[in-house]
């Protein structure tokens, strides 16, 4: 008989997956709060069958653009160039030639298929005038390449806008919308948001804003702005600053006037929020509804940043556990901004601590992020991850940016289409709690209109082992039978996992290794 070697046995073990035991309990008694149904959102992707519920129109190009003539400019992105990309190469408009047409048709698109719209309108000063192409240096603003923009018309409306007039009124922009399309109440578009990214205006449109952004600029603009928005449309909501990033929160990178106004201030954010809070004190009149930022996650793994999309196993292991700087209180990530600190993120309670500090009753909105790898299982469990701690943390809009790969649709579809017939994940968010929140993540539901159903989305983030998940539901409500679905490494695709039942409410149920699994409990 031929024995094994040492060397062999080893190799032969270690190849092995091993299920390690681990305790999950839900408490669907034990009620957070409602989910948002906004956090299910786009930018200007096709939804395709995800379930979006919001798509957002947003990003550069929206800072140059001419509702007037659908001009934008590209910025930095690509060569400065004035045309029409956003409306007939982008978005394949069959309007372009109208006024608002590339705006008419991204609308139209998100009406038919039940999604709300959020709507960038400008507020840096200038738009395209043109889309005769690359904008040169001696050509910045102003020059005949660009218009002036100005927030509130003294004079009546048009809906025949004249393309030779020297002005583009920004109210004027809403009031065609709400005339072609009727007003937020009636059904037209809900939600406004006041330019894009506006601490980097410098250096992504420097034709159009070649200074640093300050912050008396951002108030009064945005007080203008929100001001003409809402003479247009008093139902609307009005979204801001839509900051781009850490230094954007803390200084609005690094401001003329940041360090001024931040001692006493203490960051940007905390600025813009009691400012625009002075502004509703002071006129009966609330001009901010929700406090907009985006969120690129600097977290890295192996000396790479997330977003890079590096699929090594440290990079994998860092953008697992990136989710967790959106709330974690012992959660310190490897990035330049925790080394700054010195302390965890925590993201969501730190700007929810702001607004209940500055501005009560202002929401709070995510409307770009990405955590990389979307063709890769890593990066679709750490957006499942990501729209978990939205819902259970009072989120009220999240849109992801970027292209759309089969792992970031598998993302958003377990929450929205989970069965290819549209059912969802409950709208109430109830208490959850795994043994190890390094290894695993979990979130549950109930539902207003489906009483009796509990959904459990529970996330293996071991890149090598299973879990022995033991599950127990604790209430007075008893759970039959669960129904289970999910994506792992293997494949993208939702598929069907077999069904089971609950002994006293419990039952055992075995989560592959780097995995996403929907528990429907009934």
């Known amino acids: 008989m031929k ?309 090594t196993p440290a990079s994998i292991e860092a953008r697992l556990q990136a989710p967790r700087s959106l709330w974690d209180p012992s959660y310190i990530e490897k990035s330049w901004i925790a080394d700054s600190t010195k302390q965890p993120i925590r993201l969501i309670p730190w700007l929810q601590d702001k607004i209940t500090q500055h501005y009560p009753d202002t929401k709070l909105a995510v409307t770009e992020y990405d955590y990389g790898a979307g063709d890769h299982i890593s990066g679709g469990l750490a957006m499942a991850d990501a729209l978990g701690v939205f819902g259970k943390n009072g989120v009220f809009m999240s849109s992801y940016w970027g292209d759309l790969k089969p792992y970031n649709k598998a993302a958003l579809q377990i929450y929205r289409n989970y069965d290819g017939k549209n059912s969802t994940f409950g709208d109430i968010a109830v208490s959850a709690a795994g043994e190890d929140i390094s290894q695993t993540s979990i979130y549950a539901a109930t539902d207003r209109k489906h009483l009796g159903v509990l959904w459990i989305l529970v996330i293996n983030k071991n890149q090598q082992n299973s879990i022995s998940g033991k599950f127990k539901v604790k209430g007075t409500t008893v759970y039959k039978t669960f129904a289970s679905y999910g994506f792992n490494a293997k494949s993208a695709a939702i598929t069907t996992l077999p069904n089971g039942t609950l002994n006293e409410n419990q039952f055992n149920y075995n989560l592959a290794p780097l995995s996403a699994t929907l528990l429907v409990c009934q």
């Open 3 to 311: 024995l094994f070697s040492l060397s062999l046995l080893f190799s032969i073990l270690t190849s092995l997956t091993f299920a390690a035991e681990m305790n999950f309990l839900i408490i669907p008694e034990a009620v957070i709060g409602p989910i948002s149904p906004y956090i299910y959102g786009l930018n200007d992707q096709n939804p395709s069958d995800m379930g979006a519920t919001i798509r957002r129109l947003g990003g550069n190009r929206m800072t140059g653009y001419n509702w007037v003539n659908n001009a934008s400019n590209a910025g930095s992105d690509y060569k400065h160039s004035s045309d029409d990309w956003l409306c007939k190469e982008h978005l394949l408009s069959i309007h372009c030639d109208e006024p608002a047409g590339a705006i008419f048709d991204f609308v139209g698109q998100n009406q038919k298929a039940g999604m709300e719209s959020l709507i960038t309108v400008p507020m840096a000063g200038y738009v395209a005038a043109d889309k005769n192409g690359e904008v040169l240096e001696t050509e910045k603003a102003p020059s005949p390449r660009w218009k002036p923009i100005n927030f509130i018309k003294k004079k009546p409306y048009s809906l025949t806008p004249n393309t030779q007039d020297k002005t583009v009124y920004e109210d004027e922009f809403v009031n065609y919308l709400v005339q072609k399309l009727h007003s937020a109440s009636q059904g037209g578009v809900k939600f406004y948001v006041m330019d894009n990214e506006p601490d980097l205006w410098s250096e992504t449109h420097p034709r159009i804003h070649p200074a640093k952004t300050t912050y008396a600029e951002m108030i009064n603009k945005s007080e203008l702005l929100a001001s003409g928005i809402l003479k247009a449309d008093p139902t609307a909501m009005i979204f801001g600053p839509a900051s781009y990033g850490w230094s954007g929160f803390l200084s609005l990178q690094a401001a003329p006037d940041s360090s001024k106004a931040n001692e006493k201030a203490g960051t940007f954010l905390d600025y813009y929020l009691d400012q625009m809070h002075s502004l509703e004190v002071r006129d009966h009149k609330r001009l901010l509804h929700v406090l907009d930022i985006h969120w690129y996650p600097e977290a890295q793994g192996g000396g790479k940043r997330i977003t890079e999309n590096d699929i």
